[in-house]
Structures are given as structure tokens and as C-alpha cells.
């Protein structure tokens, strides 16, 4: 079985901090996705990864930064936290070629 | 933007009836379709994918699609309470796996 990890299901942060949500991954896949889950706007694409120290732009990547620096892990960075950025975040990830993506369990970011 | 729409519901459907849920997508050069549960408060998961045009069967749940119409339904037969969520649906985008997904239709099964 697939399973995808996040670091926290349930974070609270202040304006103006730096964010790290982690995803790791225990399938050797190639891709790796961040989105956001927001009522009425359904999942949106931040980043995606399709190898070790590549990223891509999804939609919305403003106000986020991405690492991957080993294969089974994904990092989404929040520069400065602000009101806006309060949404489910989401991380998935998918076999080179195939476009299956398993997702993780959530992290729930609200800043105040 | 490539763009895949579904009804936001609530459909609302009794115990052990079907239930049919619909996505249209806009982007000619799709070739992949999946659908994906979620739970209020859980993340998406797999239920169904298809990649050709017809019918796709799996337990209680049938999958089609319709290239030259550019649909895709899933139909979920002896529906149960359980079967209450949020159905997305999502199409490839033609590049590096991506997937464009819906905004999703929220079922509810009623006793």
C-alpha cells in the first residue's frame, strides 16, 4: 500500500512566521504534489516535483517556495504566514508516467 | 485553463438506490479519469480510474466515459449511508502527471 506522511495534522501560526509542512512518501514515486483544499474552490495546484531538486509552478504558487532534496520528501515553505494562506494542505504523490495520485492525511493550517 | 465541472449537489439519494454523479472536462487531449472520495475532514482517496471509452466495473461501483462527449459518470449501485461524501472527480492535464480536478459533488444517502 501507498502511504503518503504529513508532518502535522492540525497547525497554528501567528502573521509573518515561516511555515514548513513536510511530506514524505514510501514508494519511491517520481512525482510529488502540493495543493490547497478551500471551500467552493476545490483542490488547487501550489507545486509539483517530478524528480530530486526539480520543481514546477502549479496555479497558485505566490507566497510559497518548494524543496526536494531527497526523493521521498517534499517540503511546502510559507515565507510569511499571512490570513489569506489559512486552507487545507494537502500532499500527494504519483509513479513516474502514471497519473494516480494518493494523497496524504492533511495538514490544516490556520493563521492568525 | 483547462477546466472539469461538476454539480456541487448535495444529490441526495435513499438507501439502496443508485446514485449517479457527472463531470464534464473541457481539454480534448485527456486520456486518464479518476475518481476520488472524501470524507468531511479526510483527504481524497482513490475509488475508481479509467482510461477508455465505456463502461468500467468495480464491486458497487461503474465507471464511464464518453470521450466524444467528454464526460465521465460514476454510478454507485445499493448505495449506503457510509457512501455519504464528497466524490471528485479529476482528468489529466497531458503534462508531467498532472491532474485538473472538479469541485466535487457532495452525496448524501439517506435511510
Known amino acids: 500500500d501507498v502511504k503518503v506522511t504529513q508532518s502535522s495534522r492540525y497547525l497554528v501560526k501567528r502573521t509573518g512566521e515561516k511555515v514548513f509542512l513536510e511530506c514524505v512518501q514510501d514508494m519511491d514515486h517520481e512525482n510529488m504534489f502540493w495543493y490547497r483544499q478551500d471551500p467552493g474552490l476545490g483542490l488547487r495546484l501550489i507545486y509539483f516535483?517530478?524528480?530530486?531538486?526539480?520543481?514546477e509552478k502549479g496555479d497558485i504558487p505566490e507566497g510559497y517556495s518548494v524543496s526536494r532534496e531527497k526523493k521521498e520528501r517534499f517540503s511546502l515553505i510559507l515565507e510569511s504566514a499571512s490570513t489569506n494562506q489559512t486552507s487545507m494542505y494537502l500532499c500527494?504523490?504519483?509513479?513516474?508516467?502514471?497519473?494516480?495520485?494518493?494523497f496524504g492525511p492533511g495538514t490544516r493550517l490556520l493563521v492568525l | 485553463q483547462k477546466e472539469v465541472e461538476q454539480n456541487s449537489g448535495p444529490l441526495s439519494v435513499p438507501e439502496g438506490a443508485i446514485a449517479s454523479l457527472n463531470c464534464t472536462y473541457s481539454d480534448r487531449v485527456s486520456q486518464s479519469f479518476f475518481w476520488y472520495r472524501q470524507y468531511s475532514g479526510k483527504s481524497p482517496e482513490l475509488i475508481m480510474s479509467i482510461y477508455s471509452n465505456g463502461d468500467k466495473e468495480d464491486g458497487r461501483f461503474t465507471a464511464q466515459l464518453n470521450k466524444a462527449s467528454q464526460y465521465v459518470s460514476l454510478l454507485i449501485r445499493d448505495s449506503q449511508p457510509s457512501d455519504s461524501a464528497t466524490y471528485l472527480c479529476?482528468?489529466?492535464?497531458?503534462?508531467?502527471?498532472?491532474?485538473?480536478f472538479g469541485t466535487g459533488t457532495r452525496l448524501q444517502v439517506t435511510l
Open positions: 479529476a482528468v489529466d492535464t497531458g503534462t508531467a502527471s498532472k491532474l485538473t
Open positions: 500527494a504523490s504519483s509513479s513516474g508516467g502514471m497519473e494516480t495520485q494518493y
Open positions: 516535483s517530478y524528480d530530486v531538486k526539480m520543481k
